[in-house]
T-cell receptor, first 114, second 108 residues
């Protein structure tokens, strides 16, 4: 198993550009989520999904879109990047609801918006 | 959602036990306590979780008080590689909410 795979690892965007951060897991996990981590801060939940076709907002959803068409993939879309979205983004997955089982995290995507 | 409180930082000598406390006084009867850690800027890593009883695995032990209002994560023989930020979390149904955690520094 590869676990949770995030691509790309690094990205520089210009203000106003759009992009999609990819997250894939090969563990047949139902639950997937996206976090962002700003310097010196803890992780903040952006969006999450409890299964294919089901998504919901987390703590800081503004400026981000998600969809879940398959169990394996949970892409995060930035429609119009802003400097405030400069951060490290982590994707996580778990077999069951995240309150009942351990979560597995990817290694992160480091995004800089200039 | 139950809120957790942790000290911002702790030090521990290599080879000694590291005891990391966490307060979660508003925890509900069916909510678990989870511990994760984050080494440098890597993705967080699951350590252990528990409901009522003390738990132990190959990484750590978790001691939960009888009233469940606090817990302690124990790394029995800390190594330099255990230097990390440790997060104590009481998840709500579908959300894992991170605080700022405890920065553990293990020194030689």
């Amino acid at each position: 198993n590869a676990g949770v795979t995030q691509t790309p690892k690094f990205q520089v965007l210009k203000t106003g550009q759009s992009m999609t951060l990819q997250c894939a897991q090969d563990m047949n996990h139902e639950y997937m989520s996206w976090y962002r981590q700003d310097p010196g801060m803890g992780l903040r939940l952006i969006h999450y999904s409890v299964g294919a076709g089901i998504t919901d907002q987390g703590e800081v959803p503004n400026g981000y879109n998600v969809s879940r068409s398959t169990t394996e993939d949970f892409p995060l879309r930035l429609l119009s990047a802003a400097p405030s979205q400069t951060s490290v983004y982590f994707c996580a997955s778990s077999y069951l609801r995240i309150s009942n089982t351990e979560a597995f995290f990817g290694q992160g995507t480091r995004l800089t918006v200039v | 959602d139950a809120k957790t409180t942790q000290p911002p930082s702790m030090d521990c000598a290599e080879g000694r036990a590291a005891n990391l406390p966490c307060n979660h006084s508003t925890i509900s009867g069916n909510e678990y306590v989870y511990w994760y850690r984050q080494i440098h800027s890597q993705g967080p890593q699951y350590i252990i979780h528990g409901l009522k009883n003390n738990e132990t695995n190959e990484m750590a032990s978790l001691i939960i008080t009888e009233d469940r209002k606090s817990s302690t994560l124990i790394l029995p023989h800390a190594t330099l590689r255990d230097t990390a930020v440790y997060y104590c979390i009481v998840p709500s149904t579908d959300k894992l909410i991170f605080g700022t955690g405890t920065r553990l520094q293990v020194f030689p």
